[in-house]
């Protein structure tokens, strides 16, 4: 693998194609080549940047910037591959050799997963994601009263939430075959000192082996379908209620006020040693620790809480510790950092259009899911380090037509791999773009509105004095009614 460390100039532009270059294997004959593989790569990644979800959008835009990508890619012709050429080529590679080399780039900085187990402190370790994401245009159509006919393709994911990028995927074409593909990945990845999160429906005993045999940790979900453990623990919780439970219990509450709605969480851990029978720490042995988040809502629009309370149980692997005083509060962070698998699965659905990939074909689903991953990556990261419009970051919608200039997407790769926005801060289209204030508007408050008032800021005889004083009236009349 190429050094990470070695840095990067503007003035090299082709660094991203020698990357692939050096580190993607061409199947295909040497002689015989006409669109090196690493061209069709990193092109294609780029056009998956400006929003071309099928192959015939990726020509169409390879076409409309082909004088620029002559430019930052050496030995590209005039002559633009059709776009059954471009699905062949992105069929044949192996996609986890790009993976392979994602997670060595990236993890080439990591202290965590050199150091020794357990000896990285818990608020900084990275929490590894898994879960399934389901591409809907891959079912097969239904017959007659058949609707379970076929599922189609589940895309099996490790994510990062620390660096914010797929370390390893796996395609299955059966929703219960998750597990196995999870315990596949656990025994490829170096995940020492990692926290290891996803979904009951893959919280066996197996996958928790394995997730100790991998030196890491694991805060899983419980629901019924592990039937004797759920019921068990939701009966421990109930004494913990009734203040019937008498070891050590480990509580954090917290409050948020996002998405129109107040929304109240609190987490409660419990000691497995003192909480689960004797049968149960038999069989779980892994388990040290089970947790409860129970939430509330309340709707800013109807000023309504929900009558149902929602409880969530949680298994871990991390022993509950009461001398520190921020240990449930870490933990709490912990499980929320396992929803950002889920929103990216949601805008690799939406932004990305992943859902209406109708193609049946195995290979060429898991490579071009890579590269629209690494695409999402990318615009995710410019996202997070531009300056916020209108109090929000920028949308995908508007980064990808962004994108739609070959320059401007190249910038962005750029970006990413080094780490540094410098380029785009200091180039002046962007500056015009990103950085610019925001025009005034008609509802624009001025600084000293509060102190001085609108008799202070204007004239008597002006025309916004008088817009000001009957504005005064006008709100005067309502509260009076």
């Given amino acids: 693998m190429t050094d990470p460390t070695t840095p990067f100039t503007y003035d090299y532009a082709t660094f991203l194609q020698r990357i692939i270059e050096l580190n993607i294997n061409d199947p295909r004959c040497?002689?015989?080549v006409v669109y090196p593989l690493f061209i069709v790569y990193a092109i294609h990644i780029m056009a998956k940047m400006a929003g071309c979800n099928n192959a015939t959008a990726v020509k169409l835009w390879w076409?409309?910037?082909?004088?620029?990508?002559?430019?930052?890619?050496?030995g590209l012709d005039d002559v633009v591959p059709s776009e059954q050429t471009i699905r062949r080529l992105i069929t044949c590679a192996n996609n986890d050799e790009i993976l392979k080399f994602l997670q060595d780039y990236f993890t080439q900085y990591r202290f965590n997963t050199s150091a020794a187990s357990g000896a990285v402190p818990l608020i900084e370790r990275d929490v590894i994601s898994a879960d399934g994401q389901n591409i809907r245009a891959t079912r097969l159509t239904k017959e007659e009263n058949d609707a379970r006919k076929s599922s189609g393709y589940d895309l099996v994911s490790l994510y990062s939430a620390k660096y914010g990028f797929t370390l390893s995927q796996r395609t299955v074409d059966k929703k219960n075959?998750?597990?196995k593909a999870i315990v596949e990945m656990l025994d490829e990845l170096n995940l020492r000192n990692c926290i290891l999160a996803w979904d009951a429906i893959n919280t066996r005993v197996s996958t928790l082996e394995a997730v100790i045999k991998a030196e890491a940790d694991f805060v899983?979900?419980?629901?019924?379908?592990?039937?004797t453990l759920f019921e068990e623990v939701s009966d421990v919780f109930h004494f913990v209620d009734v203040d019937r439970y008498k070891f050590e219990i480990l509580t954090s509450a917290r409050v948020s006020t996002e998405h129109g709605r107040i929304e109240s969480k609190e987490i409660c851990i419990l000691n497995a040693d003192d909480a689960l029978?004797?049968?149960?720490?038999?069989?779980?042995?892994?388990?040290k620790g089970i947790i409860r988040v129970r939430t509330n809502r309340v709707y800013k629009s109807s000023n309504v809480g929900v009558d149902e309370i929602e409880d969530r149980y949680f298994l871990t692997s991390i022993t509950p510790d009461g001398l520190d005083e921020n240990f449930a509060n870490t933990m709490q962070d912990i499980i929320l950092a396992r929803w950002k698998i889920e929103s990216r699965h949601w805008?690799?659905?939406?932004?990305?259009?992943?859902?209406?990939?109708?193609l049946r074909n195995k290979d060429y689903i898991a490579n071009v899911t890579?590269?629209?991953?690494?695409?999402?990556?990318?615009?995710?990261?410019?996202?997070e380090h531009t300056p916020l419009y209108n109090g929000k970051p920028r949308s995908f919608e508007c980064l990808q037509q962004i994108a739609t200039n070959a320059k401007f997407a190249f910038m962005f790769l750029e970006a990413f791999f080094k780490d540094d926005m410098s380029e785009i801060e200091n180039d002046e289209r962007f500056i015009g773009i990103f950085y610019k204030p925001p025009k005034p508007t008609g509802?624009?408050?001025?600084d000293n509105l509060k102190e001085n008032g609108f008799d202070a800021l204007t004239e008597d005889d002006s025309p916004l004095s008088l817009f000001a004083k009957n504005r005064r009236k006008i709100k005067s009349k309502r509260i009076d009614r």
């Fill in 30 to 32: 040497k002689s015989m």
């Fill in 63 to 74: 076409e409309q910037n082909n004088a620029e990508l002559q430019k930052l890619f050496y």
């Fill in 177 to 179: 075959q998750e597990a």
């Fill in 220 to 227: 899983v979900s419980l629901k019924s379908n592990q039937g």
């Fill in 277 to 287: 029978s004797s049968a149960m720490k038999k069989k779980w042995s892994n388990v």
């Fill in 347 to 358: 805008v690799i659905d939406v932004a990305f259009c992943q859902d209406r990939l109708p």
């Fill in 370 to 383: 890579v590269h629209t991953k690494i695409a999402a990556n990318v615009l995710s990261y410019i996202r």
């Fill in 443 to 446: 509802n624009d408050v001025p």
